[in-house]
């Protein structure tokens, strides 16, 4: 599965360029009896569907050409969604002053999920401000914490 993402991305990467678009994740994954290859683009303001088309396409030939999966598939192109997975320190440091979702490997301060503003990332640490019932409060996480963290549609 590694060297199927990893093809993927030195395929795709080259297309991207070109068009002004950033890669957030890929996923190779099996549901049910089909194989999905998922690709997710995005941009400053969003993408569109013409432009994750168009990335389709190019890709779609650049896979047939270089033949890296042997199992039959689905190559879907789309937006991350609202709520984009930050998957590097680049993408936590794009992303302050916004709403957040952070789960822990382990907990802090009894907690190993945190919901709140992102204030800062500094010294490779994590600074959210979030509320509990009307208490504004703050926690630090290091970054090696992390498990995974995701921006946070609010209401």
Do not use: H
Request: glycine share 6%; hydrophobic share 35%; charged share 30%.
């Amino acid at each position: 599965m590694t060297s199927v993402i990893e093809t993927t991305e030195q395929l795709v990467n080259p297309i991207l360029e070109q068009n002004g678009l950033e890669l957030v994740d890929i996923e190779y994954v099996k549901e049910g009896k089909n194989w999905f290859l998922r690709v997710y683009i995005d941009k400053p303001g969003g993408v569109d569907i013409a432009e994750c088309g168009l990335v389709s396409e190019q890709l779609s030939e650049k896979l047939d050409e270089t033949d890296p999966i042997k199992d039959a598939y689905f190559l879907e192109v789309s937006s991350p969604g609202a709520e984009r997975p930050l998957k590097t320190k680049a993408d936590i440091e794009a992303n302050i002053n916004k709403n957040v979702y952070v789960t822990l490997y382990a907990p802090i301060d009894g907690e190993k999920e945190y919901e709140g503003v992102l204030t800062s990332f500094e010294n490779d640490c994590l600074t959210i401000e979030y509320k509990v019932k009307t208490t504004k409060k703050q926690v630090e996480i290091p970054y090696e914490k992390v498990a995974k963290a995701r921006l946070a549609v609010t209401f």
